[in-house]
């Protein structure tokens, strides 16, 4: 979606569009209502600021629509097209480093009791393996600080790939 249509969308069209990048009502409800932008970056930076922080219910619902890393996401919506294409390269990897972070995916929900998220674009099944052993040594309390992170991070890509459209 161009600028402009942005800027001239019904309320309804641009939920649309924004729902699949991060579905937090709030943060959709931010960049709708700060409209009109001049620039694309005036744009993202709305995003970003409407993104920090989340607060620890909307990191839980925002949650429950990741697949687990290394797993097809269930169904035909944007976002899980979106998912898959994010993982595209860790799903033709080495079958014994899928393994290991389907384990490392079972012990991180064992320990925090949701699924792990890392923004998977661009990085591969190993660089995904690496950060999810090193993220189960974290606190609780520092864990939810670096999902939060990871959300805005795959919330801006994908406003972006959706303002490029």
């Known amino acids: 979606m161009l600028l402009e249509q942005c800027n001239e969308a ?7 569009v924004l729902r699949p990048c991060l ?3 709030r943060w959709i409800d931010e960049i709708i209502d700060a409209r009109p932008y001049e620039s694309r970056e005036a744009l993202l930076d709305s995003a970003r600021i409407a993104a920090d922080p989340f607060t620890i ?7 429950s629509h990741h697949p687990r890393i290394g797993e097809k996401a269930a169904g035909t919506t944007k976002e899980a097209q979106l998912s898959t294409s994010e993982q595209s390269r860790v ?6 480093i899928l393994a290991a ?6 012990a991180y929900e064992s320990r925090f009791g949701r699924v792990f998220l ?6 591969s099944a190993r660089d995904i393996l690496g950060s999810l052993t090193q993220r189960l040594n974290n606190s609780p ?8 992170q990871q959300l ?6 994908r406003l972006e790939g959706a303002l490029a459209a």
């Open 118 to 123: 890392i923004r998977a674009a661009g990085r």
């Open 10 to 16: 019904v309320r309804a069209e641009l939920e649309d």
């Open 152 to 157: 805005r991070e795959i919330a801006l890509l």
């Open 91 to 96: 799903t033709g990897e080495d079958p014994a």
């Open 141 to 148: 309390e520092a864990e939810m600080a670096t999902v939060a």
């Open 101 to 106: 972070i389907a384990e490392g995916n079972l």
């Open 23 to 25: 579905d937090i009502q």
């Open 57 to 63: 219910p909307e990191i839980e619902s925002a949650l």
